[in-house]
T-cell receptor, first 114, second 111 residues
Framework: GAGVSQSPRYKVAKRGQDVALRCDPI?????LFWYQQALGQGPEFLTY????????KSGLPSDRFFAERPEGSVSTLKIQRTQQEDSAVYLC????????????FGPGTRLTVT | SQQGEEDPQALSIQEGENATMNCSYK?????LQWYRQNSGRGLVHLIL?????REKHSGRLRVTLDTSKKSSSLLITASRAADTASYFC???????????FGKGTRLSVIA
């Protein structure tokens, strides 16, 4: 079956541009997570949705980061006025149940800010 | 911030050998999970062990958990070149909190 998909796979943005990253979770999965992974590091939590409700956004590094999941399926992570330190791989994961049990990850979007 | 710390950071072994990776964490947990990440790809869930479990097996994988020492180990037996990847432990503090990952162990299996 189809796994988690993310688009675009690669994005190059000039500093100051806005970007939008899309995540299509596995159909029927209740929970959706966004993580940021810097080069050579483990993923770090950004935000978590249960259906359309954003239950935790404590990991978002600044108010330039915004995520939504309006219909409880597809999610978009938006970064406004990108900075060089935003360069990273952004991973999306979904989980069948509420909470952090087995998570299924997408391939990620590699964002490079020049 | 990252809770888990994997050890070693990098490991290189010959095909057929066993690989052992360790993970230490700081706070109490609900469960601990191990994930694999191939270069440039997403993470793949390998195994989950609950805080009341001490050992778990899945195929060539064996995971142990010592909550008194706040540590876990992942053993891959009879390694294959295809096992070359980064391996991450991730902890969950309670049912509705996100995964907290370590920095990972880069495993290279040489054919």
């Amino acid at each position: 079956g189809a796994g988690v998909s993310q688009s675009p796979r690669y994005k190059v943005a000039k500093r100051g541009q806005d970007v939008a990253l899309r995540c299509d979770p596995i159909s029927g999965h209740v929970s959706l997570f966004w993580y940021q992974q810097a080069l050579g590091q483990g993923p770090e939590f950004l935000t978590y949705f249960q259906n359309e409700a954003q239950l935790d956004k404590s990991g978002l590094p600044s108010d330039r980061f915004f995520a939504e999941r309006p219909e409880g399926s597809v999610s978009t992570l938006k970064i406004q006025r990108t900075q060089q330190e935003d360069s990273a791989v952004y991973l999306c994961a979904s989980s069948l149940r509420r909470g952090s049990y087995e998570q299924y990850f997408g391939p990620g979007t590699r964002l490079t800010v020049t | 911030s990252q809770q888990g710390e994997e050890d070693p950071q990098a490991l290189s072994i010959q095909e057929g050998e066993n690989a052992t990776m360790n993970c230490s964490y700081k706070t109490s947990i609900n469960n601990l999970q191990w994930y694999r990440q191939n270069s440039g790809r997403g993470l793949v869930h390998l195994i989950l062990i609950r805080s009341n479990e001490r050992e778990k097996h899945s195929g060539r994988l064996r995971v142990t958990l010592d909550t008194s020492k706040k540590s876990s180990s992942l053993l891959i037996t009879a390694s294959r070149a295809a096992d070359t990847a980064s391996y991450f432990c991730a902890t969950v503090n309670s049912g509705n909190t996100p995964l907290v990952f370590g920095k990972g162990t880069r495993l290279s299996v040489i054919a």
